[in-house]
């Protein structure tokens, strides 16, 4: 993490978790209450930004896979155009795409003014994280259900929505596809 000043751990079952203010009252509860049980039965792991008496920010992940039907399009031209982006083989049959999801992220509301990049970079630990992954276990995707507030901050780090048809709902499935920063990678000289 590139924040001098601050400690960057993931959260384990004896964890001491710091208070922690984002102004969403579920995004604070369930580092309080959850994110330790959720560990400990492998159901999202969570890591935490802390300076010398607060939570400055956490972050919750888990593995995904993204299932996609035709109904979250407005065509089947349009699921069709997504479909032929999404998988280069001709045979075009699967719907579910593996992914990591981002389950929730959270930065200090008193703080945050001071510390902004914190949630590109929390955004960056995973994309980074996703695509060491895919040395050992494919995964195509970071996913996230994001808040309406919360929209506007995932397309600028790249990230693009799935479907027209929940604009309606809490929150919007949103997708960062991970091919072209790994065949980047994959193209950059050892
Ligand atoms: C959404 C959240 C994680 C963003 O974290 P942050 O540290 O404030 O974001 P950053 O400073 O890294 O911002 C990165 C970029 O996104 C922009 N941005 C941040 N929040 C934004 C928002 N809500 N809408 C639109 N753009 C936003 C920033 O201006 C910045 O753009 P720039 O690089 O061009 O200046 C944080 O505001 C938060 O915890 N919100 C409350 C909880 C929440 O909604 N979590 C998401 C749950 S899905």
């Known amino acids: 993490m590139p924040f001098t000043g601050f400690s960057f751990f993931e959260l384990h079952a004896s964890t001491n978790i710091k208070p922690f203010e984002c102004g969403d009252n579920d995004l604070n509860g369930f580092l309080n209450d959850k994110a330790i049980p959720y560990k400990k039965d492998l159901l999202a792991t969570t890591y935490i930004l802390e300076s010398e008496n607060k939570t400055i920010a956490y972050l919750s992940i888990y593995n995904d896979g993204l299932s996609v039907q035709e109904n979250h399009f407005a065509s089947k031209t349009s699921f069709k155009r997504w479909i032929k982006e999404i998988i280069s083989h001709p045979k075009r049959h699967l719907r579910q795409f593996p992914a990591i999801k981002i389950g929730r992220l959270a930065v200090c509301e008193t703080t945050k003014k001071e510390t902004k990049g914190i949630g590109r970079a ?42 027209e048809n929940d604009k309606v709902k809490d929150t919007r499935q949103m997708y960062y596809d991970l091919r072209p920063l790994m065949n980047t990678l994959n193209q950059a000289p050892n």
């Not at 995973?126 to 901050?153: H, M, P, R, W």
């Open 122 to 163: 929390l955004v960056n630990f995973v994309i980074d994280l996703a695509l060491e992954q895919n040395s050992k276990c494919a995964c195509q995707l970071v996913t996230v259900d994001a808040y309406e507030e919360s929209l506007g901050f995932y397309e600028k780090l790249g990230f693009k929505f799935l479907s």
